[in-house]
């Protein structure tokens, strides 16, 4: 089955209209990206959006054998004009199915938002879903059932429908998955390619051709990952959407609960607040067993209170317990902590601090935790595949 994506953009393209943000003046050249539209083998036309003959004629492609024009979403802003003799364009009721002329079967797949899904079989059996700006499928079956060869989706608008599809094998390890519907709410280029593969996805420029069903190999989604960073740099919402779209995700919180804390209070209830819902909490620092056995994928945050935990218990915090066994205890304790990141098979992402680049701490134990901190990080990233530094809300790759 033949698909050209004649736009991979939102409703209004990117850029969009005289919109000055920073993205939208980064959309140029291969980064411009018309309306979403899709042409199955020529003879099927997924959402008409302006200009659609034309994006057509670009990639090699024309729109005199298409045989029905299906729309997924309400098309809000002037008509588009429809192309001398192209079908009037529909959209089929929820679950209802037809069969094309060409051979290819469709069937309207409900959302949880307003639209309309499309399952689209080939004569062949490849199966393809696309899915409209926005939206999930809604009532997914609970079992796991056939993966798609392909899911054409708002991925990072929806990622926890991603998360939907994976959890129901909709969506299997050799589905080949493509973002589109892209707007000016996300990064372009080497950020947006980033982000993408982190889900095991990725974007491809308006015009391209591929083909479902032929291997194409799925991006690799990194095992390990660190991401550092100072304060308030985003550090943790980098490591949050790197796991958006897994069905699966326990949230380690190792700073725990602090009474009569209410700052504390606060920043616990906005990290709740911006995780999906599904996602499990454990509030513990004991991170080895964790990673010894098998199960969904750990988001840990952060290394740093870990750390607080394991000075805390051996007493690093006064200089003759320190001098005394404490460096020796805890020493051992990071030891135990580095070697069960190494020989884990769970997905882990894990957020830490990024110290002794301001000022120099005042106390001798304000200073031993800066450098073991810093020997921690060290030790840990080692490990992993991937590692990121955060400044101002900017993931800059330093591995992977």
């Given amino acids: 089955m033949e698909l050209t994506l004649l736009g991979t953009g939102a409703p209004l393209g990117l850029p969009r209209p005289d919109c000055p943000c920073a993205v939208c003046a980064l959309s140029?050249?291969?980064?411009?990206?018309?309306?979403?539209?899709?042409?199955?083998?020529?003879?099927?036309?997924?959402d008409l959006t302006p200009g659609a003959a034309l994006a057509a004629a670009r990639s090699g492609h024309s729109l005199v054998a298409v045989r029905?024009?299906?729309?997924?979403?309400?098309?809000?802003?002037?008509?588009?004009?429809?192309?001398?003799?192209?079908p009037t364009a529909g959209r089929v009721p929820d679950g209802r199915e037809l069969t094309l002329i060409s051979g290819h079967r469709v069937r309207a797949v409900p959302m949880d938002s307003p639209g309309t899904g499309y399952e689209v079989t080939?004569?062949?059996g490849e199966r393809l879903l696309y899915l409209p700006?926005?939206?999930?499928?809604a009532g997914l079956p609970e079992e796991p059932g056939l993966p798609y060869d392909m899911v054409v989706a708002d991925v990072t608008g929806r990622p926890d429908a991603i998360a939907r599809l994976r959890a129901t094998g909709a969506i299997g390890p050799a589905t080949e998955v493509i973002a589109a519907h892209l707007d000016h709410d996300v990064p372009t280029g080497a950020a947006l390619d980033r982000r993408l593969a982190a889900a095991g996805a990725r974007a491809v420029p308006d015009g391209t051709t591929l083909y479902v069903g032929d291997y194409h190999e799925v991006p690799d989604v990194p095992r390990r990952t660190l991401v550092t960073g100072g304060a308030r740099s985003g550090k943790s919402v980098e490591a949050e959407r790197r796991l958006e779209t897994f069905p699966e995700v326990l949230?380690?919180?190792?700073?725990?609960?602090?009474?009569?804390?209410p700052d504390?209070?606060?920043?616990?209830?906005?990290?709740?607040?911006?995780?999906?819902?599904?996602?499990?909490?454990?509030?513990?620092?004991?991170?080895?067993p964790l990673l010894v056995e098998d199960g969904p994928a750990l988001l840990i945050d952060c290394l740093s209170l870990w750390l607080t935990d394991a000075m805390d218990r051996v007493g690093a915090w006064d200089d003759e317990r320190w001098a005394d066994g404490g460096q020796a205890a805890l020493r051992e304790r990071t030891a135990e902590l580095v070697a069960a990141v190494r020989a884990t098979r769970r997905t882990v992402v894990a957020v830490t601090n990024e110290t002794g680049s301001g000022v120099v701490p005042a106390t001798a134990s304000g200073r031993r935790f800066r450098d073991e901190l810093g020997r921690l990080n060290a030790a840990f990233a080692e490990e992993c595949e991937e590692v990121l530094l955060?400044?101002?809300?900017?993931?800059?790759v330093l591995r992977g």
């Fill in 122 to 124: 080939s004569a062949e």
């Fill in 390 to 396: 955060v400044v101002a809300g900017q993931a800059l």
């Fill in 264 to 288: 504390w209070a606060e920043r616990v209830g906005l990290h709740r607040e911006r995780r999906p819902g599904a996602w499990r909490t454990a509030e513990t620092c004991d991170l080895v």
């Fill in 28 to 46: 140029r050249g291969t980064r411009v990206r018309a309306a979403t539209a899709l042409l199955v083998d020529g003879a099927l036309l997924l």
């Fill in 133 to 137: 700006p926005g939206g999930a499928p």
């Fill in 251 to 261: 949230y380690v919180a190792t700073g725990g609960t602090r009474e009569g804390d």
């Fill in 68 to 86: 029905q024009v299906l729309l997924t979403h309400p098309h809000d802003g002037p008509a588009v004009e429809v192309p001398a003799g192209l």
